[in-house]
C-alpha cells in the first residue's frame, strides 16, 4: 500500500517565519504535488515535480517555494509566513510522468496555522 | 489551464436515495477524470475514475458518466448509506498530467 507521509499534522508559526513542510513517499513515484485546500475552493496547486531537482509552479505559486534532493521526498517552503497561508496543506504522490493514468496518493494533510 | 467547476457544493439526502454530482470541465484535451471521497479530518481517497475513451463506470454502489461532447462527467451513489458522508472532488487531467480539481460537494446522508 502506497504511503504519502506528511512530517507534521498540525503546526503553528508566527507571521515572517520561514516554514518547512515536509512530504515523503515510499512506492518509487516520480510525480509529487503541492496543494492547499480551502474551504469553497476545493484543492488548488502550488507546485509540483516530475523528477529530482525538478519543480514546475502550479496555480498558486506566489509566497511558496520547493525542494525535491531525493526521488522520496517533496519540500514546501514558505519563506515568510503571512496569515493568508493558514491553511490545509496536502501532499500528494503519483507514478509515472507519462503512461497510464493513475490518480494521486494524498497524505494527511498539515493544517498549518499562521499567527 | 483546466477549469473544473463542480455543483452542488452541498447535497443532503435521505438514507437510501441516490446522490448526483456534476462537473464540468473546459479543456477538451482532458482525458482522465478520477472522483475523490475525503472523510473529516482523513486524506482524500480516489475512489472511481474513468477515461475519455469510456462513457460509463460502475463500482458496486457508485458509477460515474462521461459525456466529452458537452464536457461534463458526474458521479452517482445509490442506495446511500451514512458512511457515503463526506466530501466529493471531481478531477480532472490533460496533456501535462496535471489534475485541477473542482471546488468539492458536502455530501450529508440523513438517516
Known amino acids: 500500500d502506497v504511503k504519502v507521509t506528511q512530517s507534521s499534522r498540525y503546526l503553528v508559526k508566527r507571521t515572517g517565519e520561514k516554514v518547512f513542510l515536509e512530504c515523503v513517499q515510499d512506492?518509487?513515484?516520480?510525480?509529487m504535488f503541492w496543494y492547499r485546500q480551502d474551504p469553497g475552493l476545493g484543492l488548488r496547486l502550488i507546485y509540483f515535480?516530475?523528477?529530482?531537482?525538478?519543480?514546475e509552479k502550479g496555480d498558486i505559486p506566489e509566497g511558496y517555494s520547493v525542494s525535491r534532493e531525493k526521488k522520496e521526498r517533496f519540500s514546501l517552503i514558505l519563506e515568510s509566513a503571512s496569515t493568508n497561508q493558514t491553511s490545509m496543506y496536502l501532499c500528494?504522490?503519483?507514478?509515472?510522468?507519462?503512461?497510464?493514468?493513475?490518480?494521486?496518493?494524498f497524505g494527511s494533510g498539515t493544517r498549518l496555522t499562521v499567527v | 489551464g483546466e477549469n473544473v467547476e463542480q455543483h452542488p457544493s452541498t447535497l443532503s439526502v435521505q438514507e437510501g436515495d441516490s446522490a448526483v454530482i456534476k462537473c464540468t470541465y473546459s479543456?477538451?484535451?482532458?482525458?482522465?477524470f478520477p472522483w475523490y471521497k475525503q472523510e473529516l479530518g482523513k486524506r482524500p481517497q480516489l475512489i472511481i475514475d474513468?477515461?475519455?475513451?469510456?462513457g460509463e463506470k460502475k463500482d458496486q454502489r457508485i458509477a460515474v458518466t462521461l459525456n466529452k461532447t458537452a464536457k461534463h462527467f458526474s458521479l452517482h451513489i445509490t442506495e446511500t448509506q451514512p458512511e457515503d458522508s463526506a466530501v466529493y472532488f471531481c478531477?480532472?487531467?490533460?496533456?501535462?498530467?496535471?489534475?485541477?480539481f473542482g471546488a468539492g460537494t458536502t455530501v450529508t446522508v440523513r438517516a
Open positions: 500528494a504522490s503519483s507514478p509515472i510522468h507519462r503512461g497510464p493514468f493513475y490518480g494521486y496518493t
Open positions: 512506492m518509487d513515484h516520480e510525480n
Open positions: 515535480s516530475y523528477d529530482v531537482k525538478m519543480k
Open positions: 479543456d477538451s484535451a482532458s482525458n482522465y
Open positions: 474513468i477515461r475519455s475513451n469510456v
Open positions: 478531477a480532472a487531467r490533460s496533456n501535462d498530467y496535471k489534475l485541477s
